[in-house]
C-alpha cells in the first residue's frame, strides 16, 4: 500500500467519524428538544415519570409523606412541601443529558458505540436528576424553616442560590463519574478513541450549567415578554454559579499547594 492510498483511506475513515458525530449529535439534541417541549407542556399527571420516585425517596431522605394531589403532584402541606410540575428536575436531566453527550462525542468514534452511549448517558442523566432534585427539595424544605431571615436574604433568593449551587455541584460530580466509566466504555466499545486529556475541561460542567439555566430561558424571551425579575434571576444565578465554581477551583489550588508544600 503507498502513501497515497494509506492517506486516502484515513481521510474516508475521518469523514465516516465526523458524519457518526453528527448523527449521534443530531440524535442527541433532537432528543432534548423533544424532552424539553413536553415538559413545558406538561401537567402533573404527564410527569409522573419523575415525580413519582422523586416523591418516594423525598419520603426516604426526608422523612415525610408527600401524597398524590390531582393537578398539583406530589404535597406534604404539613411540612409545606409540594413536588409539583416546576420543581420536577427535567431541566437539570437535560443539562445532564447534554453533557454526557458532549463528553462521548470527543472521545468516540464509532457509531454503535456513540448510540450506546447515548443510551447510557439518557438513564444515567435521569437517576442523576432523581438524586440531585430530591437533594434540593429536602435541603430547601429545612431552609424555608429556618430562622435566618432578613430583608435583604430572604427565603426566596436563598432557595435560588441554594437551587443554583446544588445543582451546578450535582452537574460537576456528575462529569467526575463519567470520566471512569467513560473510560471503561471506551476500551470496550471504541479502543482507537480520541484522547481522554482533551476533554476533561473542568469548565464543561458549568457551561453546560449555564447554558441550560440561562441561555436557552434567555432564548426563549425573544418570543415572549419576560417577566419582570428574569434580570435579576438571570444575574443571582450568574453570580452564585460563578461563586460556588471559583471557590471550588480556589480550594482545589490550595490543597495541591499544601500537599506539595508537605511532601517537602
Not at 21 to 36: S, W
Not at 71 to 87: E, L, N, Q, S
Not at 92 to 119: E, K, N, Q, S
Not at 209 to 231: E, M, Q, T, W
Amino acid at each position: 500500500m503507498d502513501i497515497t492510498t494509506h492517506t486516502s483511506q484515513m481521510e474516508i475513515t475521518a469523514v465516516h467519524e465526523r458524519i457518526n458525530r453528527l448523527l449521534a449529535a443530531a440524535a442527541a439534541a433532537l432528543l432534548m428538544l423533544v424532552l424539553k417541549r413536553h415538559y413545558s407542556l406538561a401537567v402533573a399527571e404527564d410527569l409522573l415519570w419523575i415525580l413519582a420516585p422523586t416523591a418516594r425517596l423525598t419520603a426516604w431522605v426526608g422523612g415525610v409523606q408527600p401524597v398524590w394531589e390531582a393537578g398539583v403532584g406530589y404535597a406534604d402541606f404539613g411540612r409545606g412541601i409540594v413536588i409539583a410540575p416546576a420543581c420536577a428536575g427535567v431541566n437539570f436531566m437535560i443539562m445532564a443529558f447534554g453533557l454526557a453527550t458532549f463528553f462521548g462525542l470527543g472521545r468516540l468514534r464509532r457509531f454503535a458505540g456513540l448510540l450506546a452511549w447515548l443510551v447510557f448517558s439518557f438513564a444515567a442523566a435521569y437517576l442523576a436528576a432523581l438524586g440531585v432534585n430530591t437533594l434540593r427539595i429536602v435541603l430547601s424544605t429545612a431552609l424555608y424553616r429556618a430562622d435566618i431571615y432578613s430583608a435583604w436574604l430572604t427565603p426566596d433568593a436563598l432557595h435560588r442560590v441554594a437551587g443554583v449551587w446544588i445543582y451546578l455541584g450535582g452537574l460537576g460530580l456528575f462529569f467526575r463519574g463519567l470520566q471512569p466509566i467513560m473510560n471503561r466504555f471506551a476500551n470496550r466499545f471504541d479502543p482507537a478513541r480520541r484522547s481522554f486529556d482533551a476533554i476533561r475541561s473542568p469548565w464543561l460542567p458549568l457551561g453546560w450549567y449555564l447554558l441550560g439555566a440561562v441561555g436557552v430561558p434567555a432564548v426563549n424571551r425573544l418570543f415572549k415578554a419576560p417577566p419582570s425579575d428574569f434580570g435579576i434571576h438571570c444575574l443571582m444565578v450568574l453570580a452564585a454559579a460563578m461563586v460556588l465554581w471559583g471557590g471550588g477551583l480556589l480550594a482545589k489550588v490550595l490543597i495541591a499547594r499544601y500537599i506539595a508544600t508537605g511532601m517537602r
